[in-house]
């Protein structure tokens, strides 16, 4: 019951017919050293991970995260992780840290020791942010040139641009550009002006009272939050749909969120520098929603 907490995993083959998986959990002191200097996650960033959110004890939405982390292997060539082991993993976590509060786990698979016989993955568990008052004032946003024009992903796989690597180095520049322009966050454009997602968030907007988030695709994460978030409207009986949405179509748009699995679902209340109009009592109601999640 306590955290920081932090466990190493030793990865079995995806078609492992093993069902006991403790033997292959290791329980760290959460300062003690536990990767190698030889990683090919710190030297270069060559691994996937995932952040799933525990809220009183619930981890949520851990299939989602679980099929994307094998999708991202698939992409960067990683052994495909065992599904089996990875849920024993996140409920033996779940098991051993504070059953209240929002706390933040965070799951790595990487390429292992440069050289070395296999890969190397951990979990590790922190205390989530206070995220009370952004989610209660939202957040003022830039939109940022990715770099690349729609269809690059496809273009160009070995850009990995579908895959959630460790290498969020770009990712975390584009969010210190934002703060020196005096705004929170990041909205990625394609340069050929079409939106994509945040730095560590998908993006969803309200355009003409249907709910919009471009379509997943080679270059844009499939958001666990942004799937949940779709579910609820849906049972609202509201519209949703994936499909591209230009800078024009953002700029006009009735209200947008960025929604990711810590934060949840934050409110764009300016863009470019100027007010954006905002439906704070949706994203309360989306909040407590996703707060409720038990699965
Ligand atoms: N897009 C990117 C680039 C992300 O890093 C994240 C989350 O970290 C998301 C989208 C949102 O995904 P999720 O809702 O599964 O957290």
């Known amino acids: 019951m306590r955290l920081p907490f932090t466990l190493l995993i030793d990865p079995v083959p995806a078609d492992s017919l093993q069902q006991d ?7 760290m002191e959460s300062t003690a050293p536990a990767l190698r200097v030889g990683e090919l996650s710190t030297q270069r960033g060559d691994g996937i991970f995932e952040t799933l959110a525990v809220v009183d004890g619930h981890p949520q939405e851990v299939e989602p995260h679980i099929s994307r982390l094998r999708n991202s292997a698939r992409i960067c060539e990683l052994p495909v992780p065992n599904a089996e082991q ?11 840290i504070p059953q209240r509060g929002e706390i933040a786990l965070k799951f790595v698979l990487s390429r292992g020791v440069e050289h070395g016989p296999a890969p190397t993955a951990w979990l590790h568990a922190a205390a ?12 003022r946003v830039i939109t940022l040139d990715r770099g690349y024009p729609r269809g690059a992903a496809e273009k160009a ?10 290498s969020y180095a770009v990712n975390m520049a584009a969010i210190r550009e934002a703060h020196r322009r005096g705004a929170d966050d990041t909205i990625f454009l ?17 355009i003409n009272g249907e709910y919009v988030t471009p379509a997943p695709s080679g270059a844009i ?7 949940s978030m779709f579910d609820y409207l849906r049972a609202q ?5 994936y499909r591209d949405v230009t800078l024009k179509e953002l700029r006009h748009a009735d209200a947008a969120w960025l929604v990711s699995s810590v934060r949840l679902a934050v409110s764009v209340v300016a863009l470019d520098g100027e007010p954006f109009p ?12 996703l707060l409720g999640r038990t699965a």
Do not use: C
């Open 237 to 241: 009986g509201s519209r949703v749909e």
């Open 21 to 27: 998986f403790s033997d292959t959990f290791h329980e």
């Open 157 to 166: 796989p070995w850009l990995l641009m579908g895959a959630k690597t460790l």
């Open 86 to 96: 990875w849920r024993a993993a996140i409920a033996y976590a779940v098991s051993r």
């Open 190 to 206: 394609t340069t050929d002006g079409f939106v994509m997602e945040g730095p560590t968030s998908s993006v969803v907007l309200r």
């Open 128 to 139: 989530a942010s206070d995220f009370t008052a952004v989610r209660a004032n939202g957040v």
């Open 278 to 289: 905002a439906d704070q009592a949706l994203t309360d109601a989306l909040n407590a929603y």
């Open 221 to 227: 994460l499939h958001g666990t939050t942004q799937q």
